[in-house]
């Protein structure tokens, strides 16, 4: 079973800055199998990426995914406030199947 | 618009099952593009899957709860369940459905909260 380790832990930025998180995997996996979610507080996670870099329907283009092997990166530019959230990263695992979330980095809005 | 509902008690006594239900609205759970599944969050934390069940009535879950879980598929009332059996305090968490688009999990119920205690 893979893990997923996600950092940094909390991110705490300004508005208008650039949030960069990342996901780093145990072992390799395939980018077809990462995705991304956002959830804000008392909310259901939402999804943002799939595929490692391929956009979820309604997700702003100031949001990019992308990575390969054992690396993925959530990128978010032009931090709004209702980027305030948990984002975690997800990976889909073949032997046995299994969906493994990362711990999430919490993003913060100064 | 495609929407997932979950309900069931929001407490369960230790030892006992935990049965929670999950009604789709404006797609049907016979479609062959999706897997129907659980993911749940203790309080706090992160997220962990549960398991998927197939409009077949096939299921596929995580390892470590597979001995306590049931998963069943209701095509006539196009809803979904989870029964899982024997719960502890430790399986007090936000129970969330979600529709399976193979690889992640492309929409999400609001969520239930079910606390296991006496």
């Known amino acids: 079973e893979n893990g997923l380790t996600q950092s940094p832990g909390t991110l705490s930025l300004s508005l208008g800055e650039s949030a960069i998180l990342s996901c780093r995997a145990s072992q390799a996996v395939s980018s077809s199998y990462v995705a991304w979610y956002q959830q804000r507080v008392g909310q259901a996670p939402r999804l943002l990426f799939f595929?490692?870099?391929t956009r979820a329907a309604g997700v702003p283009d100031r949001f990019s995914g992308s990575g390969s092997g054992t690396d993925f990166t959530l990128t978010i530019s032009r931090l709004e406030p209702e980027d305030s959230a948990v984002y975690y990263c997800?990976?889909?695992?073949?032997?046995?199947?299994?969906?493994?979330f990362g711990q999430g980095t919490k993003l913060e809005i100064k | 618009q495609v929407q997932l509902q979950e309900s069931g008690p929001g407490l369960v006594k230790p030892s006992e099952t935990l049965s929670l239900t999950c009604d789709v609205s404006?797609?049907?759970?016979?479609?062959?593009?999706?897997?129907w599944g659980w993911i749940r969050q203790p309080p706090g934390q992160g997220l962990e899957w549960i398991g998927y069940?197939?409009?077949?009535?096939?299921?596929n879950s995580n390892p470590s709860l597979k001995s306590r879980l049931t998963m069943s598929v209701d095509t006539s009332k196009n809803q979904f369940s989870l029964k899982l059996t024997s719960v502890t305090a430790a399986d007090t968490a936000v129970y969330y459905c979600?529709?399976?688009?193979?690889?992640?999990?492309?929409?999400w119920g609001r969520g239930t909260l079910v606390t296991v205690s006496s």
């Open positions: 069940v197939l409009s077949s009535g096939s299921t």
């Open positions: 979600a529709r399976t688009s193979y690889w992640n999990f492309d929409l």
């Open positions: 997800q990976e889909y695992g073949t032997s046995p199947v299994m969906y493994t």
């Open positions: 404006g797609d049907s759970v016979i479609s062959s593009r999706y897997y």
């Open positions: 595929g490692s870099s």
